[in-house]
């Protein structure tokens, strides 16, 4: 049943937003998440909707898989939604009770659920679109620049990257030291949730007991390998910004320019 | 390739115990070495030394002459001489195979162009080519433990050791592991030190080297080491199954040859004592 844990929610593929150099895709991302802030009318938010959907045609994802990552999102936005609807002084065109809705409140509310909409489906897309590995190195060569002062970049990668390396096992071993104590009679589902927590104790310990040799046993394998940190460390698959990449920085700053145009309007 | 003298080795000062006493062993370039011994023997102490995981308290190991306490030719010594542990889950380090295949070349600084060919080399030699893009957590003990060679194989070490490699595996990923050993040895020339407690891995070895209490007790082929089966039980260790049927047969007074490792080797002989039974 933990086996069932999907992690990461990459979707592999060979589309142009697939082959985008990651460190490029992250930045690109932010600039993207940057620009629904500065929208600031209804031609912008079409643009944007325009936009984000040729996206996802690009990325050859089904539209249905990319407006999943909404689901768990839905109370947070209604509530978002709700809140700024009723919240928002300005003048008044509906009241019943203590409640009051106003112009400004009804398009602020609507400005925030297509915000947060659209920042969901923009993070989204990167997430499906990078495998985790990929995104790791991106996120240490967008960090490099803070290794001169000391920040230990490559460190903190490589960490990341066994850390996504040894989820699946830790998990498939959870999975069988439960197993092995439910069999002795142990019990993980009944009870109120102090008994439950405290039911995890025993599952607890082994795990980590476990995890410490891993990573001792890990350590002395990565150094039979001549790991030495990340000084004069090359990479298998050289990640290298091309044209792709550059074309993509181009495409953003038409979106944003034409984002800005909107807002004129 | 290889060459320990007078070996020694304890795990803390205050202990007496000596977890490796006067090993004195030299292993010669392409040798297939199989090293033997119970729990404790201190073979898989003396297998850390051949990189200079573990360096000697008394003694000195070379590795192609380098001393192995010279810590400016570490690199050297580990590039020299591979090494494989018993848990794959334990050894490898990315996500995706060739990703984890590329680790050590990358840590050498080998550039990208090269770490490819020499990634898909050591893949299409243990036989694991069609699986360069998987996942390892998705493979089977013995495909990992092979993913785990070609990690070491992408050093293009002369050496490998391998510390049990076999024992968290199947009976099919055992013998997928040993045929890939085996093959290594033949084809490329590839130095192997196995250190195992399985004496029917043993066997494919060009020389058996048996450890028991930290020290070395016997050295020399496997037919020779496993004829004396009286001896390798009083330390504690079998002999290959068909070995202890043929020594059993003898101590029932049946006159077959104890130097007998396969059961091909069994059927020869025992078909041999079969037709010279009934002719005279």
């Known amino acids: 049943m933990l086996k069932d844990i999907t992690l990461g929610q990459y979707f592999p593929g060979n589309s142009p937003l697939h082959r985008l150099d990651a460190m490029m895709k992250l930045l690109l991302s932010v600039v993207y998440l940057a620009v629904i802030f500065l929208i600031r009318n209804f031609y912008g938010y079409a643009l944007l909707a325009l936009f ?21 999102l839905l109370m947070f936005i209604a509530f978002t939604a709700v809140l700024n609807l009723f919240m928002t002084d300005g003048t008044v065109i509906w009241r019943v009770w203590f409640l009051t809705v106003t112009r400004e409140g009804v398009a602020y509310a609507v400005a925030m659920l297509l915000r947060i909409v659209f920042l969901v489906l923009g993070t989204s897309l990167l997430t499906y679109t990078t495998s985790p590995i990929a995104l790791t190195d991106g996120i240490e060569r967008l960090l490099k620049p803070f ?8 460190e903190l990668a490589m960490m990341m990257s066994i850390a996504l390396r040894f989820i699946p096992t830790l998990l498939e071993e959870t999975d069988k ?5 439910t069999a002795r009679g142990a019990d993980f589902q009944s009870g109120n949730l102090l008994k439950r927590a405290k039911a995890l104790l025993p599952l607890l310990v082994p795990l980590f007991i476990s995890a410490f040799r891993r990573a001792d046993e890990l350590a002395t394998a990565m150094e039979c390998r001549c790991y030495r940190g990340g000084n004069n460390r090359t990479r298998l698959n050289a990640s290298k910004i091309g044209r792709i990449d550059y074309f993509a920085g181009g495409i953003l700053a038409v979106f944003c320019a034409l984002i800005l145009l909107a807002n004129a309007a | 390739m290889i060459t320990t003298e007078r070996l020694q080795f304890k795990y803390s ?12 062993v030299t292993i010669q370039d392409g040798e297939f070495v199989a090293v033997l011994g119970h729990n404790g023997s201190g073979k898989s102490t003396f297998a850390k030394h051949l990189n200079a995981i573990l360096l000697p308290v008394g003694g000195t190991v070379y590795v192609d002459g380098i001393d192995t306490k010279d810590e400016r030719r570490l690199y050297d010594i580990r590039q020299a001489v591979g090494m494989v542990f018993q848990n794959p889950d334990n050894q490898i380090v990315a996500t995706v195979v060739e990703e984890d295949v590329a680790f050590a070349p990358e840590n050498l600084g080998v550039p990208s162009a090269e770490i490819r060919k020499v990634v898909d080399w050591a893949l299409e030699t ?30 293009k070490p002369r050496c490998i050791v391998l510390d049990e490699p076999t024992a968290m595996l199947d009976p099919i990923g055992r013998r997928e592991v040993v045929a890939t050993l085996r093959r290594l040895n033949k084809e490329e020339g590839m130095t192997i030190v196995l250190i195992t407690h399985n004496m029917d891995e043993a066997v494919s070895a060009d020389r058996v080297v048996v450890m028991s209490g930290g020290g ?6 496997p037919r020779k080491v496993f004829a004396d089966v009286a001896r390798i039980k009083a330390l504690g260790l079998d002999v290959p199954q068909v070995t202890e049927l043929m020594y059993e047969l003898r101590r029932e007074g049946l006159d077959v040859p104890t130097e007998i490792l396969t059961v091909d080797e069994a059927y020869q002989a025992l078909k041999c004592r079969c037709i010279s039974g009934v002719s005279g």
């Open chain 1, 147 to 154: 290794g001169k002062m000391g920040l230990p970049t490559h």
């Open chain 2, 126 to 155: 243990v036989g694991m080519g069609g699986y360069k893009r998987h996942a390892p957590h998705l493979l089977s003990g013995g495909q990992k433990q092979r993913v785990a060679i070609a990690g070491v194989l992408a050093m």
């Open chain 2, 13 to 24: 000062e205050e202990r007496e115990e000596e977890a490796l006493r006067d090993v004195s």
């Open chain 1, 52 to 72: 984000t959907f040729a996206l996802i045609r690009l990325s050859a994802i089904p539209v249905k898989f990319v407006l999943k990552g909404l689901k768990p």
């Open chain 2, 216 to 221: 070395v007790v016997l050295d020399d082929t």
């Open chain 1, 177 to 181: 030291i439960m197993k092995a104590q």
